[in-house]
């Protein structure tokens, strides 16, 4: 075998920040390089292998919303009708100009175990919930472990996401590891609202924030 691969990448996804930034750029390389041989390997054997890069890689080969089990790497697409109540979804992202490392998180969140942990048999019990429930919004899933360890260092996050969810009425938490941040925009946002946060956002987190607006697809 011979060749090879060159690749120049534009980060448009800040680092150290919670988003798979680096699992989906992994993930979409995979891709390219089975499309560049003439797709040898079928959608399993893909996931596989993204599974080995890293543990959430395999989520961003489903192209849309999923549900991940195990490490990260057992990922299923959210079954349509559910999916369809996320599609279009307004957010507003962002990030402080500092990042979390991931393994730093993890150790603190395993260090407090189990308290640290929402256990298994409860999360698939409130998932089951929130599917069988028609009228449920993203809102009525939000959790995520991981914040207590990060907002005991970083508390302009804890801080700047009780305001927003007391000044602008939203549902927000932090995703991933962190840095970062999101607040889920209510369907009747007006541009003047979403720019408004956005100025909210960067009084507390500074000038040099990361601040977008995004949509769930």
């Given at each position: ?31 390219a390089l089975n499309d560049a041989a003439g797709r040898p390997l079928g959608r399993a054997q893909l996931v596989e292998l993204a599974g080995g890069l890293g543990s959430d890689c395999a989520l961003f080969l489903h192209g849309g919303p999923v549900v991940m089990r195990g490490r990260g790497e057992r ?143």
């Amino acid at each position: 075998m011979g060749g090879g691969a060159r690749f120049f990448l534009h980060k448009r996804i800040p680092t150290g920040a919670g988003l798979g930034g680096g699992s989906s750029n992994a993930a979409m390389v995979l891709r390219a390089l089975n499309d560049a041989a003439g797709r040898p390997l079928g959608r399993a054997q893909l996931v596989e292998l993204a599974g080995g890069l890293g543990s959430d890689c395999a989520l961003f080969l489903h192209g849309g919303p999923v549900v991940m089990r195990g490490r990260g790497e057992r990922a299923e697409p959210l079954p349509e009708v559910a999916a369809r109540r996320l599609a279009g979804r307004r957010i507003l992202i962002f990030k402080p100009d500092v990042s979390i490392n991931t393994a730093w998180s993890y150790r603190r969140m395993a260090a407090r175990a189990p308290e640290s942990y929402l256990a298994g048999e409860k999360a698939e019990s409130r998932l089951a919930a929130w599917l069988e429930n028609a009228a449920a919004g993203a809102e009525d899933l939000l959790f995520n472990n991981m914040e207590p360890v990060a907002f005991e260092k970083f508390v302009a996050l804890p801080v700047l996401l009780a305001r927003l969810r007391g000044r602008f009425g939203v549902a927000a938490g932090m995703s991933g590891s962190g840095s970062a941040c999101f607040a889920l925009l209510r369907d009747d946002a007006t541009g003047d609202a979403v720019r408004e946060m956005m100025e909210c956002a960067r009084a507390a987190l500074g000038r040099d924030a990361f601040v977008a607006e995004a949509r769930i697809t």
